[in-house]
């Protein structure tokens, strides 16, 4: 009885330790400024999206993204340190202030949205995915229907662990789940033949299978099982901040629609200074209208994110282009203008 | 006076501890409620909504979270029993061989211990894991129809089946805590006078009725202590079953933590779960000395 009294109190104090975080109710826009430092929680092991390099720099849309908010929120895009972090651990992160903003594959969903939920805020989202599963050519598995009784290897703590379940039980179809911490270890199951079928979101199947040594032998099947809206995330109780992060992924949209890019962008803040009538330009550039200031920001931010990262559309490029490692094609990741769900409220 | 300076610094001390406490829990309480995360435990009996590749009781992905939670918790126990069995065996057959008289066994326990304990446990898990068992083709043995078959799904052996990752975290956990064992099996042998074994010898018993009723039941007061530290770990060890993919407590608790965003009463059911199954095995233990000890002074 001693012993369990002993533990229980031992128990209390440690979990009490563990939850002492900072009291500051300000927003955290203001530590980042005073930081002079932008902490961006990653995953660090998805090519494409945040990839650690072999010279020790994190590369890919969702590294570029943290950039982008480095870039307006301090006006430098070098001045971030990145966090990788599991997708266990990324939500913990944020809510105990060890991560300023996350921009890490995280599906934006009604249950993490919400006070009562995860309590977190979403910004837009930088990339429209959806999970889909890739098994062995030599399998000749062609739909969900062939997998039935088989095990297919899961990301534990994710979307996908539920989206996997939904699919297979609306279908009436058994199958036995094989769950895994991280992707690295989903992977060497799958490859190792540990199950018949891994699943993930599309892109990460794509950017896994870029890795593997005859990528040519395995295939993504057709069937798509969810919506992944893929969105970074602060603190759902930071408004500032969260407002922040949402007009500075709203100017990387509108620049790609108005033809602003990391080239040209010199050129056209001279064209919208020299040209008074051109309004709308001249309040997206922050040359009238003060938008900036009404979010925190300084009122020139869309010329320091273009200049450092380029457009949305240069960053998409830049990462999963057809040119990249990782080509994955834009699909509904177009403009609205041009067949994809893009698109940007205006700057008003 | 002496009794009353005492007494004073002793409240003293309780005063400093149970304020200490108190303004820690108190924090926890407001940045609970600044965070929006009060305690709330309703969220156990909605929908898990996820599968389990093993259960032993019947489980399907509408139970709910504390059903899930349960179902962990005896893969745990499940794991955790059945390595400390065969770690036990395992440790005590090396602990022999590695006081005996016999140099090859001597030598191949030593390298055994040496090997086994100088290398992480995660990295061994993973070892038999990926290593191990997937690499097992199905084409590599034979099958002996409807008794035993083996591939890299796992043993399947007359209608029972055991999966690789149970496998794999079951044999990883035996291996490394035996060599534990064997060491504390090793010292309470040792801890036995060398007189013991000449006495034993020179009454003309055999080496392994000598080492069954003379040296073992002296080593075992010393061995007991130790032996029951091993078993913690062991329990707590269990835990990395997350790596190899069996859904242990903890690797439910971490689907849950992200489906729900409960990680603070996640944590407290984890934590209680395993304090509970720790004084279950520490308190075990403790009966078995004080038997061990009464045994000795009366036998």
Redesign the interface.
Known sequence: MRRLVSGIVGLAALLTGCATTNQDNSSRLNLIKNRNELICGVSGKIPGFSFLKSDGSYQGLDVDICKAFAAAIIGDSEKVQFRPLTAAERFTAIKTGEIDLLSRNTTFTLSRDSLGGNGLTFAPVVFHDGQGLMVKKESRINSLKDLANKSICVGSGTTTEQNINDAFESASLPYTPIKYQDLNQVVAGYLQGRCAAMTSDRSQLAAARSGFKNPKEHIILDDVLSKEPLAPASDGQDQKLSDAMRWVIFSLISAEEQGITKVNIDQKVQIAKDNPQLKPLRRFLGIDGGLGEKIGLSNDFVIKVISSTGNYGEIYERHLGQNSDVPIPRGLNELYNKGGVHISPPFN | MKINKKSVLQLGVCIIFFGG?GI??N??T???I????GFNFTWLFKPA?????EHPLPYT?SDSYAWAIFIGWLNSLKVIVSSLILATFLGTLIGLARTGKNFLLGIISAGYITVVRQTPLLLQLMFWY?VGF??LNDNMFIQIKNIFNIS??GIEFSGLTFS??FLALFLGLSVFTSAYIAEVIRGGILSVSGGQWEAFRSLGLSEREGITRIIIPQALPAIIPGLTSQYLNLAKNSTLA??V?Y?DIY?IN??I?????R??EC??IL??SF?LLN?VI?NTMEIMNKLTLKSKKYG
Do not use: M
Request: glycine share 6%; proline share 0%.
């Open positions: 406490l820690l829990i924090n926890l407001i940045n609970l600044r965070t929006g995360l909504s996820f599968a389990l590749a992905s990926f997937l690499s890299n799904e690789s990752e997350i790596a993919g859904s690797a971490d689907t933590i992200n489906q729900t965003g990680a603070i944590f407290i934590l209680i304090l004084l520490t």
